[in-house]
């Protein structure tokens, strides 16, 4: 079965600092990763998916097949972006959703 | 685009009553909705996946008799939550997808209060 893990509940920072939210999946195949952020009081959205490769909100995160791990990056942490943080896994065909247990960031300033 | 209403917000019931939450696609037609329950500092958890006009796909260890899922539309799926017992008390999230992308996107949540 598909399963992610988010090995950190709870990660502070102080504001400029690098931060890396880990994440780290288990399946067989070639899986669709996602991370989703939800900030205080809203709901939960999209921030970033491996298949577009790109940078949101000064984010970047990179399917490391080999270590099956999509660790979440930014170079300079900001107050904003203290949030809930959630990685998760699709399959190929769309289905079987799985969301890792989330990590809470904390930008401190 | 792509916003996704859930009515109600917030909902308090006497056990043993059923409660029906809607969930619709607002500005876009959703061929699969998703519909997960979050307990407090949890993670979401994935109840269900329904298709429009076919019966919802049920995560094991999700009664189904219970958790009455409808997709009638390309726009609306309803839970409905029977027979309700303290709990059920959680917040439960619809997500909508199109096609042929694979993001999803999330409403704001109904927190369900049996009491």
């Known amino acids: 079965a598909q399963r992610v893990t988010q090995p950190e509940k709870l990660l502070s920072v102080f504001k400029g600092a690098p931060v890396e939210l880990k994440c780290n999946y288990s399946y067989s195949g070639s899986p669709e990763l996602f991370w989703y952020v939800q900030y205080s009081r809203q709901r939960l959205q999209l921030l970033l998916r491996?298949?577009s490769r790109e940078s949101i909100k000064g984010f970047t995160a990179d399917l490391n097949k080999g270590e099956t791990s999509f660790h979440l990056k930014k170079p300079f942490a900001q107050e904003e972006d203290s949030a809930m943080y959630y990685c998760a896994l699709s399959l190929r065909d769309g289905q079987n959703f799985v969301f890792g247990p989330g990590t809470r960031l904390s930008v401190l300033p | 685009g792509a916003v996704v209403s859930q009515h109600p917000s917030w909902v308090i019931c006497k056990s043993g009553t059923s409660v029906k939450i809607e969930c619709r696609s607002l500005d876009f037609q959703a061929t699969t909705m998703f519909w997960y329950r979050q307990f407090p500092k949890q993670s979401l958890m994935l109840m269900a996946t329904s298709n429009e006009g076919s019966k919802a796909t049920y995560e094991q260890g999700v009664e189904k008799d219970k958790f009455l899922i409808n997709h009638a539309s390309l726009t609306l799926s309803t839970l409905t939550v029977t027979s309700a017992h303290p709990e059920d008390s959680s917040f439960y999230i619809c997500?909508?997808?199109?096609?042929?992308?694979?993001?999803?996107?999330f409403g704001p949540g109904t927190r369900l209060t049996v009491t």
């Open positions: 997500s909508a997808r199109t096609s042929p992308t694979y993001e999803q996107y």
């Open positions: 491996h298949i």
